[in-house]
């Protein structure tokens, strides 16, 4: 699809933002922000995500192990036992003799996490005999389960009782326990809690306040201060990874004394089963692996927690919905303000930043936090973003092509293609087309040959092209958007009334420019002595409006309309005096009486024409030397004064002037044209012969031909003995076409040293004049010296 141009006479309309356009990707980063957060606001909630939960939090778990404490000792009904002793249970009164072995010591507390809740019809003398020893041991603790306890004789024996339930998770791991379970008349501390109680103050916990439920119909049995198990790593010197961290003896070789008492002193002693088959085993997670664990082991685990004050509370909702959620808003803002890469990358960085802080918490504040949901939310906030960014950089091309279309540029879609991809090729090919016209439009600008300045209604420049660098350089300013533009022109003046401006007054202020008081062109001067034009233009281009300022150097118009005025003036004289002379005595001669004396009459007639001829051929020579290209080879200047003194010497002899020169051994190298030094050294010297000789041919007039040079410039100086000048006479004598009064009487002085200045300055060097009255005159032409080849 395309659409046909304007027509030719009627301004293209610029295209205006479409409204709208970053405010609905706003609303949509708000709608987001809120729909992410609220998702990660539920997900943040008690039993939400838990494998995943569960899953961070155990592969992060070795930042947070613990040493096994050497104070533990777990006393195991192991394979080897049974093979020993017989199948299970066994009589009480074994575990009786158990307990009397290792009370010897004595031990901090024991723990005989076997359950005795039922009477021994076969053998009732031993549950009487193990009450009796749990009465002397009184530091032994037993175990309670739901539904059932210890006999009466027991748990009066015991120093505590306690639980030993374990929550498993939904992945069937065992992380945490409750330190208080029970029934809501009668709770219980856990018994490795108990064991810690016996052990640190031998007697048991306070007994926990009964906490009514406040649902009746809920269960009776309770679960309070729930805390995450910090299991305790092996010490080096234990072994293979699936054995336990603590240190464990065979019951039966404890009860067979293979063991000694001494084992025991100050321990925490724990008696279970670890047998094959024969009680509760659970998952427990050890960082990115699980192996199964015995309920005694476990029971070690939460007391070796306990002892070394490492358990770790997990983190309430609330503070987790605060972390996760703050966590994706922090994503949802840097995506909004860094681009897609550095959203990502802070999206990458907050995500590595919560599971830091999920293996960091328990070490350092002992709470562990659910990151599950902050990680999800992160993982979802960059693609959700990116995909409501494309629909509104589609959306976004939709419009920019009908704004393109309607300033008439071919925007047609390829058939075929994903509809965005369509997009992206056509507006490709208007921007390629707008590029080319921009760069055509600014190469036009930079190349223009004036200095060129767009500026705002302010003055401030907004485009300058390389002229408009170069002449601020000029001035000594570097040239940068932004600047004042009646500030860097403030050094250009008026030079009349005619511009509207007075004399002496700059032609560029900022009243002007406001009040569009400018005139379409003005002349001033600047600051280097140069004769500008000032043209300036306003132009509106919305949302922009400013002017269009020029700068024309007509320096050198100015200074060739000066030229050409004086050399009107100076060859208007002195032409026509010589004919006029030429006619005047031809009319005397006409009206005389007596025949013309032709001795006289044509020796002056002759004289007049040459001199005539000789004005003619000097215009001739300057007007070469002001506009034939300059013919640039190295040549010593030395030879060049040789030569022109060499051409000089007939007319210096007929003057009765003697030349001085000796040609220096060393070379005197510039880069010039030969024939224009010639001449112009021929002028200096044929004046020097004019103005130098005396009246007195006895005594002949010396002009002295002299060539010095230093490290930059060579010099040739014509000296005369001649009558010499004052100041004023040499300032006048500086200027094109100027001759002294006294000097009317000789021919070409005016012309011969324009020649001589103009040839000067185009070989880059300077004509100077030096005089004193009564004592001669000096004319140099300095020339800079040619590089060495």
Known sequence: MSTQPPPPDSPATPAQPAPGRGRGLRRDWLLLAAGLLSLVFWLSGDGQLDRINGFVQDTASWLHRPKASQDIVIVAIDDASIDAIGRWPWRRALHAGLLERISQAPPRAIGLDVMLSEEDLDYPGDDLLLARVLQRSGRTVLPVAPGSGPLPAFAQAAAALGHTQLPVDADGAVRGFHAIEGSAQQPWWHMALALHCVGENGRACARPEPVPPMDPDALSWQRRQQEIIAFAQARPEQGARDRSPFTTYSYIDVLRGRIPAAAFRGKYVLIGTTATGLGSRFTAPLGTSARPISSVEMLAHVLNGSLQGSHVHPASATLNRALNAAAVLLALLALAWLGPSGGMLACALLALACLSLAGLAPRLWQVQTAPAAGLLGLALAYPLWSWLRLRAAARFLALELRDLQGQGLPTALRLGGDLLDQRIAAVEQASRQLRALHHFVSESLRQLPSPTFVCDRQGHVLLANAAAHAYARSLGHDLRAGDALPRLLDGLRALDTAAGASAGQPLLTPEALAAHGLPPSSEGRDPMGRSLMLLTQT???????????????????????????????????????????????????????????????????????????????????????????????????????????????????????????????????????????????????????????????????????????????CRITIRDHGPGMDGQAVARLSQPFERLDHHQHLDGVGLGLAFVRTVAARHGGRLEIESTPGQGSAFSIVLPKAEQA
């Open 539 to 713: 132009f509106e281009a919305p949302p922009t409006t400013g002017w269009l300022i020029t700068l024309v150097d007509i320096s050198d118009l100015r200074s060739a309309q000066a030229q050409r005025d004086l050399a009107m003036q100076f060859i208007s004289h002195d032409i026509r005096a010589p004919v006029a002379s030429i006619i005047t005595l031809l009319e005397m001669q006409r009206g005389a009486v007596q025949a013309p004396d032709l001795g006289l009459l044509l020796p002056r007639i002759e004289g007049y024409a040459q001199a005539s001829l000789q004005l003619a051929d000097d215009f001739v020579h300057l007007a070469r030397a002001q506009q034939q290209a300059l013919r640039r080879e190295r040549l010593d200047l030395g030879l060049v004064l040789d030569q022109a003194v060499e051409s000089c010497w007939a007319q210096a002899s007929a003057a009765h002037v003697q030349l001085e020169f000796h040609l220096p051994e060393q070379e005197c190298p510039v880069l010039g044209d030969a024939g224009m030094l010639h001449r112009a050294a021929v002028n200096l010297i044929g004046n020097a012969i004019k103005y130098g000789a005396r009246a007195d041919q006895a005594n002949p007039a010396t002009v002295q031909c002299l060539l010095r040079q230093d490290a930059g410039h």
